[in-house]
């Protein structure tokens, strides 16, 4: 995960990306809700829902009513073979009968089947999957034994079976449903005990055992509502399902004898020879209406699958047109002052960041980076400190060119002065230009990378694989040589190169992950909170590590954490990032000894160190100021979005 | 009040790779006492146990041996149906731990109903807001009407501890509170905790894998490692005078800014680099001899507890820090003091 909306402030950073309902899109304060809990469930308006509801709706209206308007379908005429036009407005049958009179009747009884199909189908895919799910053992097993059994039973011919095997004058339109619902529900049925396995296995249903909640109150209260929209989506799938089969049985002769539906509709117009005689008003309409109801059904879909996963939710491409108009002369001040080419300490710089401000785009735009400017001498260590959604992982992917839309470079420049005396502007970067620099020069060590790595390639592909796309010219001989090399550096036994990941701990996985930004011999290496997940102790030899290659390598390094006692510990210099502004860059002795900004000092406390004295907000009648304290933050981070 | 006392507690969890069934020993022989008023740390990296050892007492793992004894103050054993009544749970993830489709309202009311300590509407109303109220979650009543994606990190957290108060609990058991929380109000929340426990007279289980916070925020504490306790006394003892080699290497592995340049200079406590386990899962000797800067060969024999001061006990042969080496206080090395 990455800081992908600070919008979002503290609560973005580790909420669960597939929370139901969730809205990592929305940020905290959006809606004030009050007690309507079905809100968040409900899909947002968009022309897609439009359409569909549009669609839907009319033909059920068609369905209900339209029976009530029209006159007696089963009326036989001499004037068969009509074309539309007066008194009947979509013609006659072979046999005279009222085509239009037919339909309303027949989108009724499809409609009837649609939606009882869905019932029954959505009420045994719950029952199978979400108790299957939850308890676990025995029954889950039996219940999934089941549904894998229903689900590879080929689904048409045993409906052909089953609706054969009834007697004509007994299938009627909810024989047939049933049929269709009992060979419809065991995919829907695996994927609820899936989403129920993952669902159970959350905090909030072991507070609700701590609480003492019974199962079902469990099941009903606490995880069927967060499977809703699924169900929902579940449903509107199997009533599509249901129209077309029957369709499609009717069309073959088994379906519902009594009642008209859609399916019979066209049956009798194949039987009638419609085709033949060109008569496109007799099997034209009703495929049309299920043609459109399907297509209905599916824009509605699409919208519901947006609140299963809000990732859907499409972001209005400004981000191509916008910076365009920055290259043309926008508001992206290109190449100011010439950039100045040494850092504070007198060293050469290698990377200069500019006055840059990062954008993210949308309804309501966020200025994650704003006027961040900073220099990093060659081999220095600098340490970027900063909360979650401070903007601090946004403005490496920046510097990277890594950010993706809605994220968009408004202003400012970032420069790489090369090794060998030429400057690079990373921001006017050519597609191919940014591939060969990205990596080679300027590598990342990303949050959590050591779960980036593929499980099933072995360790040696997977870095192999960046020398053959960087080092073409390089011998088989040489990558190995080069990869075993890497290795020793951060410490893994060569011989660990044919391991697969699974195989390593997380901090050997972690290492690698830095043997591999190692591998090109970069300039400069931005680490994003690259311990964060690690033990103190595995952090202690990674630091180590770092340290080591910095002195015997000379490279750069960004380093991104929260940690400032360990940015204190480890660099030279350190920017202190809140709310997408530095605001204090000092040497890291500054900061320790002589921090200036309120902020700064308040995330110096926020640390208690481990052997110095217990400070007074420790288990003391004091520490009610602390809390005072906490309370101030929080006003000040909240004022921000709302 | 509830003291909550821990004998012997063993979790055996099984693994399964293709046909081979295999035993993991996730928790070996943890007895602790949680007393009221008082915090006591459990600390340790991660897999070292800990947070099974907060689920078993949560109830949310049957112990595979071991005993979980909740006792009243008038010295009655609290009985299972009741158990819920004096112990809760706060869990380290404040997003995860709160339902997304619920109110705050929903979370509080429901404990308060089933542990039966409100009766109607208004009754409950009040008594959620007194809750919101006591985690300084104010205005309650708007808080009450929000959803947890309304609330910030912190806020969830406090509205998590307000339930884990709902049913009236005297023993709370935080597994990494703060973890998950964002740095400026992580001491905040802590602050919370301690004077909830100060109010209520609380016996808290502090999990941590944060020394600093362990030293500054509990009585005591105990060092997991791979399932076993290492070392156990007054925090500030295990801490600044650290006995077992684990502790140490803990300790000295915190990040700190006085200490600049050390790692330069190298590593004075030759740490073998942490890997995996190099020993069997039922291996009776010490866990950590494979990573152990002074391990001997005795240390493939069971180890046992030492009391090397006031309450602080260490579960090595060697003892590092006395300073004149192994020498058995008061005890012979094999008739040591088992706990």
């Not at chain 1, 068969?80 to 007066?86: D, H, Y």
């Not at chain 1, 929209?229 to 029957?246: D, G, H, K, N, T």
């Not at chain 1, 502007?425 to 050591?450: H, I, N, P, T, Y």
């Not at chain 2, 006995?243 to 030759?270: N, S, V």
Request: aromatic residues 6%.
């Amino acid at each position: 995960m990455t800081n992908i909306n600070p919008s979002a402030g503290a609560v973005e950073d580790g909420a669960p990306p597939d929370t139901p309902g969730g809205t990592s899109g929305a940020g905290p304060a959006v809606r004030r809700t009050g007690t309507s809990g079905w809100r968040a469930m409900l899909p947002r308006w968009s022309p897609k829902l439009g359409v569909g509801l549009g669609l839907v709706v009319a033909i059920a209206l068609f369905g209900v009513l339209g029976p009530m308007a029209v006159g007696d379908p089963d009326t036989v005429r001499d004037i068969g073979m009509t074309s539309p036009g007066g008194e009947f407005w979509l013609g006659t049958t072979q046999t005279g009968q009222d085509v239009l009179a037919q339909l309303a009747h027949a989108t009724r009884g499809s409609l009837q089947i649609g939606l009882l199909v869905g019932v029954l189908a959505t009420l045994f895919s719950a029952v199978f999957g979400v108790i299957g799910g939850y308890v676990g053992g025995a029954v889950d097993e039996g219940f999934s034994l089941f549904s894998n059994v229903m689900l590879v039973i080929p689904g048409l011919p045993l409906v052909i079976v089953i609706a054969g095997f009834v007697p004509v004058e007994r299938r009627g339109w909810w024989t047939i449903a049933v049929v269709l619902a009992v060979t419809g529900w065991a995919a829907s049925a695996r994927v609820l005990r899936a989403q129920t396995l993952s669902l159970r296995n959350r905090d909030y249903v072991a507070a609700a055992k701590v609480a003492g909640e019974k199962p079902w109150r469990i099941i009903s209260v606490e995880i069927l509502p967060n499977l809703l929209p699924l169900m929902a989506s579940q449903f509107v799938f199997a009533v599509i399902l249901a129209i077309l089969s029957e369709a499609g049985l009717s069309f073959l002769g088994l379906g519902a004898s009594n009642s008209p539906t859609l399916g019979t509709m066209l049956y009798y117009a194949q039987n009638g020879f419609a085709l033949q005689y060109g008569a496109w008003w007799w099997f034209g309409p009703p495929g049309l209406v299920i043609a459109l109801f399907g297509c209905g059904l599916s824009l509605i879909n699409f919208s519901i699958d947006e609140i299963i996963d809000p990732r859907l939710r499409t972001v209005p491409a400004t981000g191509r047109r916008a910076r365009r108009t920055a290259e043309g002369g926008g508001p992206r001040k290109r190449k100011a002052s010439p950039a100045p080419r040494r850092d504070a300490f007198g060293r050469d710089a290698v990377l200069t960041v500019e006055n840059l401000d990062v954008v993210y785009r949308g309804e309501r735009p966020t200025h994650a980076v704003k006027n961040v400017s900073l220099t990093l001498g060659r081999g220095e260590i600098l340490g970027l400190a900063g909360e979650s959604g401070c903007g601090k992982t946004t403005l490496a992917y920046a510097i990277n060119r890594l950010h993706r839309p809605p994220a968009e470079v408004t202003s400012g420049t970032v420069v790489f002065h090369d090794r060998d005396g030429t400057d690079i502007d990373l921001l006017a970067l050519e597609k191919e230009e940014l591939r060969a620099f990205r990596w080679s020069k300027l590598s990342m060590v990303f949050q959590g990378a050591m779960n980036a790595l593929n499980p099933v390639i072995s360790i040696r592909a997977q870095l192999e694989d960046v020398l053959t796309t960087h080092r073409p010219g390089m011998s088989a001989e040489e990558r190995r040589e080069r990869c075993a090399e890497v290795l020793r550096l951060v410490g893994v036994d060569p011989r660990r190169l044919d391991s697969f990941p699974h195989e390593l701990s997380g901090g050997m996985r972690q290492r690698v992950m830095i043997a591999m930004a190692l591998l090109l011999d970069p300039q400069v290496m931005i680490m994003d909170e690259p311990t964060t997940a690690l033990d103190v102790v595995v952090q202690r030899g990674i630091l180590r590590e770092i340290l080591r290659f910095r002195d015997e390598l000379g490279f750069a390094v960004v380093f991104i954490t929260h940690d400032l006692p360990l940015l204190l510990e480890i660099s030279d210099r350190i920017a202190v990032m809140r709310d997408g502004e530095v605001v204090e860059y000092a040497t890291a002795e500054e900061i320790h000894k002589r921090p200036r900004h309120p902020y700064t000092r308040e995330l110096l406390d926020s640390f208690p160190s481990l052997t110095g004295e217990r400070g007074a907000f420790v288990r003391t009648g004091e520490s009610g100021a602390r809390e005072r304290t906490e309370t101030t933050v929080k006003t000040v981070k909240e004022a921000g979005p709302r | 009040m509830t003291t909550l006392e821990v004998r012997g507690l063993v979790k055996d969890f099984s693994l399964r790779s293709g046909l081979r069934q295999s035993r993991f020993r996730a928790v070996d022989d943890v007895s602790f006492t949680l007393t009221p008023g008082r915090t006591v740390a459990l600390v340790g990296e991660s897999g070292s146990g800990k947070s099974t050892v907060a689920r078993m007492i949560a109830r949310l793992e049957r112990p595979t041996s071991g005993e979980i004894v909740a006792t009243r103050s008038d010295g009655t054993r609290v009985a299972d149906r009741d158990y819920r009544d004096h112990v809760q749970m706060v869990f380290q993830d404040p997003f995860a731990s709160l339902n997304p489709f619920h109110t705050v309202e929903h979370h509080l009311a429901r404990p308060l109903k089933l542990h039966g300590r409100v009766k109607g509407k208004a009754d409950t109303r009040r008594e959620v807001e007194r809750l919101l109220e006591r985690v300084n979650l104010t205005p309650a009543g708007d808080i009450a009407g929000r959803r947890p994606h309304e609330l910030s990190g912190g806020q969830r957290q406090r509205v998590a501890i307000a339930r884990a108060l709902a049913p009236g609990a005297r023993v709370v058991v935080a597994d990494e509170p703060v973890s998950m929380l964002d740095v400026s109000i992580r001491l905040g929340v802590l602050n919370l905790l301690a004077r909830l426990q100060r109010e209520d007279d609380l016996a808290v289980l502090y999990i941590t894998h944060d020394l600093a916070t362990a030293r500054h925020f509990s009585d005591d504490i105990l060092v997991m490692y791979r399932g076993r306790v290492v070392e156990r006394g007054p925090a500030d003892e295990v801490i600044l005078n650290p006995r077992h080699p684990y502790t140490r290497i803990l300790a000295a592995a915190a990040p700190d800014p006085e200490a600049r340049d050390r790692d330069r200079l190298g590593d004075a406590l030759g740490l073998k680099p942490a890997g995996d386990s190099a020993l069997p899962g039922d291996d009776p000797g010490c866990t950590f001899r494979d990573r152990c800067p002074s391990a001997m060969e005795i240390c493939a024999r069971r180890p046992e507890d030492f009391e090397v001061g006031q309450g602080h006990h260490v579960r090595c042969r060697l003892r590092p820090g006395d300073d004149d080496g192994a020498r058995p206080t008061g005890a012979d090395t094999t008739a040591g003091r088992p706990v």
